[in-house]
């Protein structure tokens, strides 16, 4: 299952590991709920706006 979230902005300043060590509210709920508690993945691509691709193992979210 794969959840992606795009825009066709400026896009973003820093990296994702950046990101998740700048400890935003939104970035920190994101990266707990859809990697910690769901076990899925986060990435982030930066490229003629920004993407966000969150992808789970559905049948570890059948588990959850």
């Known amino acids: 299952l794969v959840l992606r979230i795009s825009d066709n902005g400026k896009g973003l300043s820093s990296s994702l590991e950046t990101l998740l060590k700048s400890h935003t509210l939104g970035i920190q709920l ?35």
Do not use: P
């Open 30 to 64: 994101i990266y707990t709920i859809a990697v910690k508690q769901l076990g899925g993945t986060l990435e982030c691509f930066n490229d003629k706006g920004v993407t966000w691709m969150i992808q789970f193992d559905y049948l570890s979210l059948a588990k959850a």
